[in-house]
């Protein structure tokens, strides 16, 4: 099973979440290559491991606002600029906070479903 909405189940789906999944698609394609050429280049000793992630931090800290202002509108690039730095703040949260148990996670659905959680 790959996870992706079938074509049925994706005609139901309103244009944002069909959007939504192609740029995820597009998303996870770039990754995959990007992660391959980087792979290449310290394979074959052009740049280290280290020297990749420097650069991806300065770049990421110094054109990454540039970038989504040129790519978007400012009413989409905002929520994005918002987007990216909660995500951020969620990274660098502190790292005495446990996540929630599967056991937990599980429950809760249930009974935002409505249904009974099962007995202990």
Do not use: C
């Not at 280290?48 to 420097?54: I, Q």
Request: no cysteine; glycine share 6%.
């Amino acid at each position: 099973m790959n996870g992706s909405p079938g074509g049925a189940e994706l005609e139901q789906m309103g244009p944002v979440a069909r959007m939504m999944i192609s740029v995820a698609g597009h998303a996870i394609t770039s990754y995959v290559q990007f992660r391959a050429l980087a792979e290449l280049l310290i394979a074959r000793g052009l740049i280290s491991r280290e020297e990749l992630e420097s650069q991806f931090s300065l770049m990421r800290e110094q054109q990454l606002d540039q970038t989504i202002d040129e790519w978007f509108t400012p009413d989409i690039a905002y929520h994005l600029k918002m987007a990216i730095q909660s995500a951020m703040a969620q990274d660098e949260a502190p790292a005495g906070v446990a996540p929630p148990d599967a056991d937990e996670v599980a429950r809760a659905r249930l009974m935002q479903r409505g249904m009974p959680p099962p007995e202990p």
